[in-house]
């Protein structure tokens, strides 16, 4: 990994307006064939973009160490880690932020860096053609009739009746062409507006494709202050018009399926042996068109002597119960053998670590997602099960879940 210590460089000419410096950024990684991502944190006003010299740099092992020394980037991590879909940390060579436009951070002394300026410093001329984005190499995934789901929620609810798992996550894939003139760069802006809480992305990568998403659910986040956070983020219910978020009454189900993943998070604490977490909640939480229940817990880094608890936290975590289901293994085991799909990136995690400060980690799970394809989009969305799922309703809330990003598809 070509980590040198970041270089701020004033951008080689004068700035046109962010828009076009992101778009001349992203037009240097696509035309180089290398992997970049682009996401603007939840309430933030715009995006910012990490920029890798190297595809075969970003291929990671591991899950990223969440410590203020461990390598700068952004991790891109599959559902499951596999030859098809790789675990990717991209290194965060160039950083740029559009809150600061006129400068980048270069933290590569790669032999890239001059062609990158070079490129940077020719005005853009207008007339620049779409992007390349990358594609994936994998064959399109198998997408669920609505007979086909209602089998798979059927076989998931016989499986919790006989003991066999706790809860399980059910999924399926959908696709939708793209309309003409699609740019995935305006989708992007696109998703910024329309959900403002929301950590939306685009990331493309050699081998990976180009995933575009709106997620609602942190995985691990570690702020300036030193605070470790995590969420339970369970149950869906759609947001009726007129209706306020704190006026929404749960069902047994969906109190039972968030408890579920809450429990999940107090057992890896309780693994940990750390007593001194803050549990807020559940409380119902906004979601574009749709309400979640969700518990907050968190955690101040400088008051417990534990270094490593994003990172062993994170580890334990992923794959959560709110996108496999409980027991972790047995559920995994059971999607494995029934769903029927690759779900590569979808329900993995993705964000920024150490970039641009050392000791921050902004880590997502990647939901509300779809994947680009050359002319048409992937869309992914799963449904907790419990015992009294009703696969009718099951499907419809996929429904939900997929209009998020298809909204951008119109
Ligand atoms: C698995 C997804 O959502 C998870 C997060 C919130 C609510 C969920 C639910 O109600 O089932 C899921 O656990 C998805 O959006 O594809």
């Known amino acids: 990994m070509s980590q040198a210590s970041p270089q701020p460089v004033a951008w080689p000419s004068l700035p046109g307006s962010p828009a076009e410096q992101l778009r001349r950024l992203l037009a240097f990684a696509l035309l180089h064939r290398l992997p970049v991502a682009v996401w603007r944190l939840p309430g933030a006003a715009s995006p910012q973009l990490c920029l890798s010299f190297s595809a075969e740099a970003a291929l990671t092992g591991l899950p990223p160490a969440l410590t203020p020394d461990a390598p700068a980037g952004f991790a891109f991590f599959p559902f499951r880690d596999s030859d098809h879909n790789p675990a990717l940390f991209l290194p965060g060579d160039v950083f740029w932020d559009a809150a600061s436009p006129a400068e980048l951070q270069l933290n590569s002394a790669d032999h890239l860096a001059r062609p990158l300026l070079d490129f940077l410093a020719q005005p853009p001329t207008g007339a620049d053609g779409p992007l390349p984005w990358h594609l994936s190499p994998q ?28 809860k399980v996550v059910s999924s399926r894939a959908a696709r939708q062409p793209l309309p003409a003139r699609f740019d995935a760069l305006r989708a992007f802006d696109s998703l910024c507006q329309r959900y403002p809480q929301a950590f939306v992305s685009v990331v493309s990568a050699p081998g990976a494709g180009t995933w575009l998403g709106a997620s609602p659910e942190v995985l691990v986040t570690i702020d300036e202050a030193g605070i470790f956070r995590t969420m339970a983020l369970a149950g869906t219910q759609p947001l009726a018009p007129g209706m306020l978020p704190q006026q929404a009454i749960w069902r047994q189900k969906e109190i039972e399926e968030q408890a579920l993943v809450s429990r999940y998070i107090v057992n890896c604490f309780k693994q940990l042996r750390l007593r001194e977490y803050e549990e807020t909640g559940p409380r119902t939480a906004v979601a574009g068109q749709l309400l979640h229940l969700r518990t ?8 417990v002597p534990f ?3 994003g990172t062993d936290m994170l580890r334990l975590l992923h794959p959560t119960s709110a996108v496999g ?37 902004r880590l997502f799970v990647n939901l509300r997602c779809l994947q680009l394809r050359p002319t048409e989009a992937v869309l992914y969305a799963g449904t907790g099960l ?20 298809a909204a951008v598809l119109t």
């Open 296 to 303: 907050d817990f968190a955690v101040n880094l400088r008051a």
């Open 307 to 309: 270094p490593t608890l």
């Open 139 to 166: 064959p399109l995934p198998h997408t669920a009739s609505q007979a086909e789901y209602t089998a798979l929620v059927e076989t998931g609810v016989a499986a919790i009746r006989h003991g066999q798992v706790v």
């Open 386 to 405: 419990t015992v009294d799922s009703d696969p009718a309703r099951e499907w419809s809330e996929t429904e939900m879940k997929l209009s998020t990003v």
């Open 325 to 361: 289901g409980m027991p972790k293994q047995a559920a995994l085991h059971f999607l494995h053998q029934h769903e029927g799909y690759d779900r590569a990136y979808y329900s993995g995690f993705l964000g920024p670590v150490n970039l641009p400060q050392a000791g921050v980690a």
